[in-house]
Every structure is written in C-alpha cells, then in structure tokens.
C-alpha cells in the first residue's frame, strides 16, 4: 500500500503525509475542481484526461529512471479502460491509485480534488467530516492509534489498536472520504482478532491541535509537531526562544505523529539544536543535486534530547532523527520510521486534483539512506494498545527516563 503519504488519508482526522518537498514546490493555491455528472460521458472524458497526463508525468519525473524495474508504461495502458469506465471520483483515483502501487513508493499517489480540498482545510486548522478516529499505518495496516471522546468511532466503542479491514466495502486507501450525516459500515479487527462491523454516522468535528508544548515532571520541556511548513517553523522557533530564556532540564522532541513536510524547514528545526551550522541531507535527482545546509540560530537548545519516533513518522521527520542520531546530539524512543524519505513534487491534474511523484533521492548528510529502511531507535518501544487505551504513555515514559539516565551519568 504505497498511499500512506496522501495526507488526510480519507478525512479520517490525521494527515501522516506531507512529503519531503523540493525546494519547488507549489505554493498549494487549490484550483478550480472540475466535477461533472457522476457516471456520464464527460465524466469518462475527464477520466482519460486526468490518468494519462498522471501517467506520462510518472514517466518523465519519477526519480528511477528504470520505474523500480516496472513497465510502467505497459501497466497504464492495461489498466486504463478500468480506470475510465469508474463512475465517479471516487472509484477513478482508487484505480489511479493502485497503478501508482505498482512503483513501491509512499511518495507518488495521487489525491483527488475532495481530498485534496480536505488536506488543505486541514492544514488551515478548519473543522472537518470525520468518525472522530485518527489511523496510523504499521507495516500495511491501518490501525486506530487514538479514539477522540465523544466522537462517533468513540460511542461506537472502537478502541486504539484495531485494524480498519474496510470502509463500505473498500480498502480504506480507497473509500470515499466521510461526510457528516452519512452513516458508513466500517469493519474492524479487534485485539481478539475478531472481526467487528459498526455503522459510523460522521459528523463535522473540530480539527485535532497540530503542535503543542508543555513542561513534564522534572521541568523537562515536551514539543510535539505533526509536519514541518512554515508556522511550524514559526512556532518552534518562538519555542526556543522560550526554552533559551528559562532552560529545561531536558528536551523531548515528540514526531510519532509527523509524517513530513517543507525539507527546508526541517533542517532548519534541526539547526535549533545546535550551537553551530549543521549539514542536514544530501538531496540528488534529475533535476537537482545539492547538499542542504542550515546556519545555526541565535538562540539553540544545547541541552538534554530525546526524540520520540513511530511508525507514522515519516520523511523529513525521519531524516530529523536520522541526524539527532548520526551526530550523538541525542537518542531516539520509540519504534522504527516509515523508511518513506524521498523528495516529491505536487502537480496539478486537470480535473483540480494533485498528483505527486516522487523526484529526488534523499539522505543524511552523513550518506545514509532511510528509504524502505527507516530509523531504528536507540531506545526500542513496543506499541502497547492496553496502555493507549489507559491513557499511558510508555515512549514517553521510556524517553524520560533516558534523560534522568543521561542527567545521572553526567552529574
């Protein structure tokens, strides 16, 4: 299931997928979307306009020149009719979605013009549609990671930890995203391994905050950020001004939510914690070929670090770690990354939805690839549902105490 990165992942409360970006990228204006009549001729016409620009793109940019050794070309013309012939919106970008499978890489995937409406409503901190459910993807399956009180997954009784088999009988890659007032059939799998079918009537939810900050037990200083853009740059570095003026006893750097974003902006979070400038990733590809840098800031947390990782962490987050890692700055909780760290591009289709693919070959600056491999933590963590559904938090627990360790052994 290469679509992990799509971003709003069908509405369903969480974006993991904000890409790595080159440095090019879009400014994320949404045009005009193009919706004619479901299942009608012009429907059809917009199918083929929407899938063979995707595809010759796919051809010309994908940053493999040999397509991961897929004849890609030969599948497209194979799988068009199908992908034609869908009613609507929906059924289309799930066929589009699943030629792009075929190159093995979280970073091209495509969204359609809902979803990407979505994202974006997202991204600008609006309310959405939603079953009040945020889902991770471990391995290929997508799991509850949190169920939001008062929500209707929370009156249903989902719980943390279930697997989401389908969403009125599609792959949940491929449902149509939740509308307030509909009521879908979303089957489960539970902790017994049981499958479980509920009717979850979506409703218009407040949007989940994206960044927070906070002080721990032992004045340590806990940031959790869910993508690197520009207000998050914005924020963090307000954060640090903030840290510099009252110094914590340590710093938790909280990225199991994050699932990527601005590469610029990443290396210059990074920059924070250091008192000097940092190189950060090496970025190769048929257009580009450089070596990213970050200038160090005038006020840098040189303290205590710990950086929480999951399987949703994704892209810049994981060169993020990489780095922490690769320079001794600080250790890593948690469980391994995506392994999803390729540089993308968004482009727009000509019905007003976004196709990405995945361009550039990204590394730390230190030369190591994290691409289908990830980042392996200094500290491993189980994913403990029983404890998440306790309210627990054992990574965090975990981290902590690598800091009072740490503190210890320096002391």
Partial sequence: MRSFLRGAFLALLLALGACSSIPYERSGTLPAAARPPDGSPERAALNARVYDAAAGYVQRLFY?????????????????????????ETGFYAELGAL???????????RGPTERARYAARKAGEAQDGYGMVLTVVGEDWLVAMVRP?????EAGVLPGWEVLRIDGRPVQAAAPPLAGRTDEVVFLDEA??????????????????????????????LRFDDFDK????????????????????????LRRNGGGSIDAAALVHAFLYPQRQEF??????????????????????????????????????????????????????QRTRGAVVGTRGIDLPDGGLLHVGMIVMTTAG??????TGVTPDVAVEIDWRAVREGRDPELAAALAALAARAALEG
């Fill in 100 to 110: 792009l499978d075929l190159l093995d890489d979280d970073h091209t995937y495509a």
């Fill in 150 to 154: 008062g929500t209707p997954a929370a």
């Fill in 367 to 372: 030369g190591r690839a994290l691409e289908k």
């Fill in 231 to 254: 207000p998050t740059l914005d924020w963090f570095s307000e954060q640090m001004r903030a840290l510099a003026e009252a110094p914590p006893s340590g710093l938790v750097l909280d």
């Fill in 64 to 88: 493999r020149e040999d397509l991961g050794g897929v004849d890609f070309a030969a599948q497209a013309a194979a799988r068009r009719d199908a992908a034609l012939a869908q009613a609507d």
């Fill in 281 to 334: 990733a090496v970025l190769e590809g048929r257009l580009i070929d450089r070596r990213l840098y970050a200038p160090a800031p005038a006020h840098p947390y040189d303290g205590p670090l710990a950086v929480l990782t999951g399987p949703a962490s994704a892209s810049a987050s994981e060169l993020l770690a990489a780095r922490v890692q690769e320079t001794g700055r600080g250790q890593v909780v948690g």
């Fill in 193 to 222: 391994g049981a499958e479980r079918t509920l009717a979850l009537a979506a409703r218009t939810l407040p949007p989940l905050p994206r960044r927070e900050a906070r002080r721990l037990e032992g004045d340590v200083a806990y």
